[in-house]
């Protein structure tokens, strides 16, 4: 019974990886793009942005994912996301990736104005594009200073992968609670605890590692 569950668990907990991948290789990027639109001096950007990244920070995710996979049906009369698994994890990942997204941008910003301005006018002197000087000067020192908190963000991700069930989508979390209705046991749910403490704590190995190897820039 226990190796039965314990394979079960597995395959589910595959499903919860892919959704933590194809989160943060998108949610990486967009929260660069969504950090540059806050800092902005043009107001019509700057403020949009920013009313989104308030949005997303002041609600809860699980409502987010309701609202999107919902939303376009209660207002469009219209499932924009298709039918079947394929519709429920193509909404939860675009619910997932802009709600990490504008946590990742609020760390960027935090980490590219930490930055002293002397550095950019530096480069400036030194006959350097503003692209050259994000670059060359100050994107190293930028990844430097935000690891520890990005690193706290991607962990947490991890955990949130869980929320997808509510749309009833394949993952660790869905496949613990199946056990209760298909087995009437409830101790494969907690063992669940046991996958995210690993794979959370070979994150946490690496992000230390990087940390290190980072450790050049004071």
Not at 78 to 85: H, V
Not at 109 to 138: C, D, H, N, W
């Amino acid at each position: 019974m226990f190796w039965n569950v314990t394979l079960t668990l597995l395959g589910g907990f595959l499903g919860t990886i892919k959704l933590f991948i194809l989160t943060l290789v998108f949610a990486l990027p967009l929260g660069l793009l969504i950090s540059f639109g806050s800092m902005k001096h043009l107001v019509i950007l700057r403020y949009p942005v920013r009313f989104l990244i308030w949005i997303i920070r002041g609600t809860p995710l699980m409502l987010q994912l309701l609202i999107i996979y919902y939303g376009p049906g209660i207002i469009l009369h219209q499932n924009i996301w298709g039918a079947g698994d394929g519709g429920r994890c193509v909404s939860e990942m675009v619910a997932h990736r802009v709600n990490h997204a504008c946590y990742f941008s609020e760390i960027y910003r935090g980490g590219i104005q930490s930055i002293p301005v002397g550095q950019y006018e530096a480069g400036q002197v030194l006959g350097m594009t503003r692209g050259q000087i994000f670059r060359k000067v100050i994107l190293l020192q930028v990844i430097k200073r935000i690891v520890p908190p990005i690193s706290n963000e991607i962990i947490t991700l991890v955990k949130d992968t869980s929320l997808a069930r509510v749309i009833a989508v394949y993952e660790i979390i869905w496949e613990g609670q199946s056990f209760i209705k298909s087995a009437g046991i409830i101790w494969p749910l907690f063992y669940t605890g046991l996958f995210y403490l690993v794979f959370s704590g070979l994150l946490t190995l690496l992000f230390g590692y990087l940390e290190k190897k980072l450790s050049y820039f004071r």
